[in-house]
């Protein structure tokens, strides 16, 4: 999915799917070139699937999908786009790491689909470039991978590197490539078809609005949950928020058990917290960093808010997931 391609036609591009991928990121970036094909009424676009062994692949959802051809090839490929979903970096390896160095060394453009970019991190591709990940990924990213840079749009677009947030994103990013190699009507044509409603650029919104998320529109309320999100590894004292909110301490107690059920400082620990699961069951980091990286001073703190709100304690919860 590259912004600069050869006018020959089909043009190719690659999947590469791992264990556990998204079926929904997948689907949702084919779907659209296979449209495309159908309205112009000539091969635009073609696809071969990858896998690591060459064997069917089981996605997140149970569902398993042939594939083409074992990783290996391929190296002509324009594009290839790495589709991963839960726990990417399991399905390292180094076979896999010398292909994709191969591919790029050959020219491929080398891209993520929701997960994906973890692959590319690890293997160390993506330095001096911006990734978008799934906003419930992207601190988990962020941490693992710090001198990355990163967005929250939905996808994003380079000369070499591509990738989106997955999901229903992956159908904007195959949307914009269409627009941008075919023109704006095919892609609005190929939209129509999908029934998606427009044509969303990469700085629409991965998640909904706060107001819609919270049920509300109390501007206050909204900004107060906002400075709670942005302030998680570094949090904002109760009186703090309420100033920035432009309310009383009093007011933010009312607000937050009026709209949201619960108090202010019940809200932003459950907010801590679970970041620090995902954080635990996503990543190596040492529990007592994982703490830190959540707003805790101590692991002793960090283990009794994680215990009395998820009922085990941080080292059992990652024992779980493993």
Same mark, same amino acid.
């Given at each position: 999915?590259?912004?600069?391609?050869?006018?020959s036609l089909p043009e190719r591009v690659g999947f590469l799917l791992l264990p556990r991928f998204s079926m929904m990121a997948f689907f949702s970036a084919v779907e659209p070139l296979r449209i495309a094909n159908r309205i112009s009424g000539q091969p635009l676009f073609e696809w071969t699937l990858f896998s690591c062994d060459g064997e069917p692949v089981t996605a997140s959802n149970g569902m398993t999908l042939l594939v083409d051809q074992p990783m290996g090839g391929g190296l002509d490929l324009p594009s290839l786009a790495v589709c991963s979903?839960? /726990?990417?970096?399991?399905?390292l390896s180094r076979a896999l790491i010398s292909w994709l160095h191969r591919l790029d060394q050959a020219g491929c453009a080398l891209g993520g689909l929701d997960t994906g970019g973890f692959i590319l991190a690890a293997a160390q591709l993506l330095k001096g470039e911006r990734v978008t990940l799934h906003w419930e990924s992207l601190p988990v990213f962020r941490e693992r991978f710090p001198t990355v840079e990163t967005s929250d749009e939905l996808f994003e677009l380079g000369e070499r590197r591509f990738s989106c947030a997955g999901g229903a994103a992956a159908m904007d990013m195959a949307l914009a490539v269409? &627009?941008?190699?075919?023109?704006?009507?095919? &892609?609005?044509?190929?939209?129509?078809?999908?029934?998606?409603?427009?044509?969303?650029?990469?700085?629409?919104?991965?998640?909904?609005?706060?107001?819609?998320?919270?049920?509300?529109?109390?501007?206050?309320?909204? /900004?107060?949950?906002a400075l709670m999100e942005r302030h998680l590894e570094e949090p904002l004292s109760l009186a703090d928020i309420a100033q920035r909110s432009g309310v009383s301490s009093r007011?933010?107690?009312?607000?937050?058990?009026?709209?949201?059920?619960?108090?202010?400082?019940?809200?932003?620990?459950?907010?801590?917290?679970?970041? &620090?699961?995902?954080?635990?069951?996503?990543?190596?980091?040492?529990?007592? &960093?994982?703490g830190i990286a959540c707003g805790f001073a101590s692991s002793s703190s960090f283990a009794r808010a994680f215990r009395t709100h998820f009922g085990c304690s941080p080292r059992a919860s990652r024992s779980d997931c493993s």
């Open positions: 999915m590259r912004l600069h391609y050869s006018d979903g839960f /726990e990417p970096e399991d399905h269409i &627009a941008k190699r075919h023109g704006t009507k095919l &892609a609005v044509d190929v939209s129509e078809q999908l029934i998606h409603e427009r044509l969303r650029s990469r700085h629409d919104q991965q998640r909904m609005t706060l107001a819609r998320r919270l049920g509300t529109h109390n501007r206050r309320l909204i /900004e107060a949950v007011q933010l107690q009312r607000l937050f058990e009026y709209h949201l059920h619960q108090t202010p400082r019940q809200w932003y620990l459950s907010l801590r917290l679970a970041r &620090a699961k995902r954080l635990l069951t996503e990543t190596d980091m040492e529990i007592l &960093a994982v």
